[in-house]
């Protein structure tokens, strides 16, 4: 969420950044936001002007008492009364005013760092690294969704029986590459200094606020009415909101936290041959990295952030490449992201694997997550998160590019986990 006060001291700027981003209904919102905050300030001026005079009256009627003025006390109390049914009216438009400026905030994206591109989608993102060679394969060389019913080892017909398209079922072999994902993913993030939680996959209506999944995403968000609950979308959500409401130490930073969790969406409007098989799914499993540092660090942070997923690719011996999202194709919340895809041979195709973002001090700012410097002044953090990794499509990479005449080759980091090479 942005700050009041750079709307109103950097307006020409946060509305440049949201043209970048072709955020259509930018300026009505901005112009709303600053005669909103105008009404608030004027309220607040005569709030305590009031406040101050009925403080005043109150004390004076009892000099005017104390002196034998009780025709003048009893007048000046009828005031000071009146005063105070005014001051509770002001105080309930001084409420309202707050109330509208939080839902106005609420729907304005954050602002981009200034390094990022200028455009509307996909298209205009920057390849900035690439790495490795993308493999050639025979011409009989089949997609994963037919690789996994050769070798029975994720069956969605079965997950449309017991729950729905979108939900698969993972078997045998498959089931084990999925656990043995997981556990390579977390080692690694624990390798790095970060701390593994194991957080709750439901959250409450203030922690998908606290993120900026609510309002932007509601749609996208399964929702258990009877409890006010919403299935996760990603471990940034929970993980996250445990310092939702915190005054940190300078002390107790970095926070470096990673989780692994299911993740729920309901990818709603999907359809196409680029969402078959696990290219999207509604249940997925990924292990997400989280960062809160201070603002001066974070930038530095997104790229360590980055040059560990880029590792964990390197290890899974996939080709990928990075891409500096632009304006029009970044996530609510971001003020800069970078995309890792890898080359999914035979659907010859790049698919994104991993989001990694610097939020700044947007989600912080809903959170109300700050910290405590040395010369004790409070400031807000900075927040990141990136997927480390994104499970469905390293397996459909892993699927098609590994696939010989023999099976299909696991990569070597993986195999002490799976207890196998190749799956026959």
Known sequence: MLQVAAIREQTNTILEGLRKRNFKDGETLVREVLENDQRRRDTQKVLD?????????????????????????????????????????????????DKKQLELLYKIPNIPHPNVPAGVGAEDNVTVYQHG?????????????????????????????????????????GARLQRALINFFLDEAVSQGYREIQPPIVVNAESGYG?????????????????????????????TNLYRDVILGDNDLP??????????????????????????????????????RKPEESYETLEIMCAHVQGLLEKLELPYRKLLLCGGDMGFGSAMTYDLEVFSAAQQRWLEVSSVSNFETFQANRLKLRYKNKEGKTQLLHTLNGSALALPRIVASILENNQTPEGIRIPKVLVPYTGFDLIA
Not at 156 to 164: M, S
Not at 220 to 226: D, K, L, S, T
Not at 259 to 285: I, K, M
């Open 49 to 97: 002007e009031l406040k101050a005079k009925s403080n005043a009256d109150a004390k004076k009627i009892g000099e005017l008492m104390k002196s034998g003025q009780s025709a003048d006390a009893t007048s000046l109390r009828a005031a000071v009364a009146a005063d105070k049914e005014n001051v509770k009216n002001l105080e309930a438009s001084f409420e309202e005013f």
């Open 133 to 173: 060679t993308v493999p050639t394969l025979p011409a009989d060389a089949q997609p994963h969704w037919d690789l996994i019913k050769k070798y029975d080892i994720i069956d969605f017909d079965l997950g449309t029986k017991i729950a729905g398209a979108g939900f698969p079922v993972y078997k045998g072999k």
């Open 211 to 239: 993120t900026g999944q609510l309002p932007d995403k509601e749609g996208q968000m399964y929702f258990v009415n009877e409890d006010g609950l919403y299935l996760i979308p990603t471990a940034e959500v929970p993980i």
């Open 255 to 292: 926070i470096k936290n990673a989780g692994y969790t299911p993740c729920f969406r309901r990818e709603a409007g999907s359809w196409g041959a680029h969402v078959r098989g696990l290219n999207r799914l509604h249940q997925f499993d990924k292990v997400e990295i989280v960062q809160i």
